[in-house]
T-cell receptor, first 111, second 113 residues
Framework: GIQVEQSPPDLILQEGANSTLRCNFS?????LQWFHQNPWGQLINLFY???GTKQNGRLSATTVATERYSLLYISSSQTTDSGVYFC?????????????FGQGTILTVHP | DSGVTQTPKHLITATGQRVTLRCSPR?????VYWYQQSLDQGLQFLIQ???????AKGNILERFSAQQFPDLHSELNLSSLELGDSALYFC????????????FGPGTRLTVL
């Protein structure tokens, strides 16, 4: 099946810093989503971005489907950005809606 | 709030027991998905239903079963529970059954003692 690799595994920032999280995938995808899992365990939808670029406030994401990677940018980080960021993809073909998740990037933002 | 509801939020039970987790999708969504999150396996897809029918199956154990009812809510049944079944179980929903945005519920945290 499709493989999803995220980097870095851990990231520690001071409040106000910027960061880039990367997601590599091994095959063509029909769906790519970025999620934030907060300290209470909730999975929050950040972006649906199988290709192209999107922005939402301090967050933006870019997926280059032909090169099989996606990037999540966090600018002016805040302590509330702490948590685990997951990239998840649906492979092409007959995967229907099955999302395959990466192992996540653990982000810690210090005040 | 994603609009997906899951009950119960927490469940503590003993090995060998059976439990049922319930999920109500967002209004208008026809697909329901179940995922398991454990420390050693990460987030894993279990099963997908679309408008009452099973659409895709992942690494779901034979001791686990699910169904989607005519009102589109879904239940995940876990039987003969083992310690290793302790995990966070998420339900997600989407409008269609293919590559649509999936919205996740708050999860049910299952602890098997």
């Amino acid at each position: 099946g499709i493989q999803v690799e995220q980097s870095p595994p851990d990231l520690i920032l001071q409040e106000g810093a910027n960061s880039t999280l990367r997601c590599n995938f091994s095959d063509s995808v029909n769906n790519l989503q970025w999620f934030h899992q907060n300290p209470w365990g909730q999975l929050i939808n950040l972006f649906y971005i199988p290709s192209g670029t999107k922005q939402n406030g301090r967050l933006s994401a870019t997926t280059v489907a032909t090169e099989r990677y996606s990037l999540l940018y966090i600018s002016s980080s805040q302590t509330t950005d702490s948590g685990v960021y997951f990239c998840a993809v649906t492979a092409g073909g007959t995967s229907y809606g099955k999302l395959t998740f990466g192992q996540g990037t653990i982000l810690t933002v210090h005040p | 709030d994603s609009g997906v509801t899951q009950t119960p939020k927490h469940l503590i039970t003993a090995t060998g027991q059976r439990v049922t987790l319930r999920c109500s999708p967002r209004s208008g969504d026809l697909s329901v998905y179940w995922y398991q999150q454990s420390l050693d396996q990460g987030l894993q897809f279990l099963i997908q239903y679309y408008n009452g029918e099973e659409r895709a199956k992942g690494n779901i154990l034979e001791r686990f079963s699910a169904q989607q009812f005519p009102d589109l809510h879904s239940e995940l049944n876990l039987s003969s529970l083992e310690l290793g079944d302790s995990a966070l179980y998420f339900c997600a929903s989407s409008v269609g059954g293919y590559a649509d945005t999936q919205y996740f519920g708050p999860g049910t945290r299952l602890t098997v003692l």
